[in-house]
T-cell receptor, first 115, second 114 residues
Framework: NAGVMQNPRHLVRRRGQEARLRCSPM?????VYWYRQLPEEGLKFMVY????????ESGMPKERFSAEFPKEGPSILRIQQVVRGDSAAYFC?????????????FGDGTRLSIL | KQEVTQIPAALSVPEGENLVLNCSFT??????LQWFRQDPGKGLTSLLL?????REQTSGRLNASLDKSSGRSTLYIAASQPGDSATYLC?????????????FGKGTKLSVIP
């Protein structure tokens, strides 16, 4: 299956711990986007990355959140010192190019629960 | 800033009925609009992508239309089936430099009753 792969599918953390969410884009795709879906809310854009570069992180909280997309390996969304309000579904999408006519293909998401 | 609204929030129909889901957006300078399907606990499945130069796009029993001037899109589902039960999301990109940022509506939760 050459789709967008996210892992883990479910992640449980206690308050104050770190959460690491991984995303492998579709084969051949070098553009990755992260979105967050809070309960009863629509998906919200967080960050857009190309290989080794953060293009736009305007939707990401300024503190505790970081993202990377290294030359080798998956994109990582990292949340430090998690709080209850971080509980959400985090979705990754990828596209072939960054062009505005390129559809974004989504993974199945990581459901993060904070105890 | 793009804002997307979907109505109704929930819809229940008997099997076999045709139905229309509505989506409105505030920034009409969009390049395209996408409709997705989301099943409980699952990711998003892209259904249709309509380019700004198109007025509609069809895939099987699904037909999506786009009217940029009025800031509206509709998703028409013909001869609905219980397997169509899911949440349907509309997503519009921003304009200009932020055109890669998809703004999603909260979705319409569809239940098709056998």
């Amino acid at each position: 299956n050459a789709g967008v792969m996210q892992n883990p599918r479910h992640l449980v953390r206690r308050r104050g711990q770190e959460a690491r969410l991984r995303c492998s884009p579709m084969k051949g795709h070098s553009h990755v986007y992260w979105y967050r879906q809070l309960p009863e809310e629509g998906l919200k854009f967080m960050v857009y990355l190309q290989k080794e570069n953060i293009i736009d992180e305007s939707g990401m909280p300024k503190e505790r959140f970081s993202a990377e997309f290294p030359k080798e390996g998956p994109s990582i969304l990292r949340i430090q010192q998690v709080v209850r309000g971080d509980s959400a579904a985090y979705f990754c999408a990828s596209s072939l190019t960054g062009g505005h006519n390129q559809p974004q293909h989504f993974g199945d998401g990581t459901r993060l629960s904070i105890l | 800033k793009q804002e997307v609204t979907q109505i109704p929030a929930a819809l229940s129909v008997p099997e076999g009925e045709n139905l229309v889901l509505n989506c409105s957006f505030t920034d009409s300078a969009i390049y395209n609009l996408q409709w997705f399907r989301q099943d409980p606990g699952k990711g998003l499945t892209s259904l249709l992508l309509i380019q700004s130069s198109q007025r509609e796009q069809t895939s099987g029993r699904l037909n999506a239309s786009l009217d940029k001037s009025s800031g509206r899109s509709t998703l028409y589902i013909a001869a609905s089936q219980p397997g169509d039960s899911a949440t349907y999301l509309c997503a519009a990109p921003g304009s200009g430099a932020g055109s890669y940022q998809l703004t999603f509506g909260k979705g319409t939760k569809l239940s098709v009753i056998p």
